[in-house]
């Protein structure tokens, strides 16, 4: 039981100082816990961090409490991602940025449990408001290394949707697939997330003046690498331990 206004959670006899939530439900019940703890300790919300009708609510409790909700995303955990980030001079290698490439795309179906994927009223949307955020993230965070500041504006949004293997429709009404196109300043980004795909890829494509880098995370089978593609010269390649985010 938590005292209103208090961080210590009472359980018995005990007392539990509480440093921080991280939400492990769905997207329908973040705005909630958000609202019950934010004034208490930091919130950490996993992705999609709301429904899309409870974005206005949320930028109010924003507002109220400034540096306190935090989106969370498991996949700027990667070896690869992480390694980028502490070695600064692979980014400067490829020049200005020009074009953003993200895909993280699945072959496999849905995990059994996890079916609610599928409902808007449960997760705001499909797989592709599952997923694609992850992309977004990782786009963001990179531009920002760039010290690209300016808003990303969505231009255009693909929707897609799968059947099983059987030939059987999905139960549900969410899409399996979304990608979204759009600028930030004068930088096109090209970003898309879902199941039902052909091949399974979890990276970003980063286009600059000086030549290409790929920043491929890993999942569970696959091991995460970095390829940088000069304009002119040798093509480097660091690959990392499986294991992925």
Known sequence: VAEAGSSVIHMGDREIKVDGIITAVPPKDHLEI?????????VLLEKPIVMPHE??????????YPNRI???DCFMDSDAFQFVLHNKTLLTSIGDLMVVNGRLVESNPIEP?????????????????????HSLAIAHHLLQ???????????????????????????????????????????????????????VYYGVT?????GLLEIMNGTDKHAPYIQIIPEDGTTQVYTFPLGGV
């Open 206 to 210: 980063l286009k600059g003046t000086r």
């Open 55 to 64: 974005l206005d609510e949320l930028e109010q409790l924003v507002t109220i």
């Open 34 to 42: 958000a609202k019950l703890w934010v004034s208490k300790a930091p």
């Open 113 to 133: 449990g996890r079916e609610w994927l599928l409902d808007p009223k449960i997760g705001g949307g499909g797989l592709g408001m599952d997923i694609l955020p």
């Open 145 to 199: 290394e760039f010290n690209v500041t300016e808003q990303m504006i969505v231009q255009e949004v693909t929707l897609g949707r799968y059947v099983t293997d059987s030939g059987e429709p999905l139960i549900g009404e969410g899409e399996t697939y979304m990608g979204i196109h759009g600028r930030v300043g004068n930088i096109p980004f090209f970003l898309e997330g879902g199941k039902g795909a052909d091949t």
């Open 70 to 72: 935090f989106a969370a």
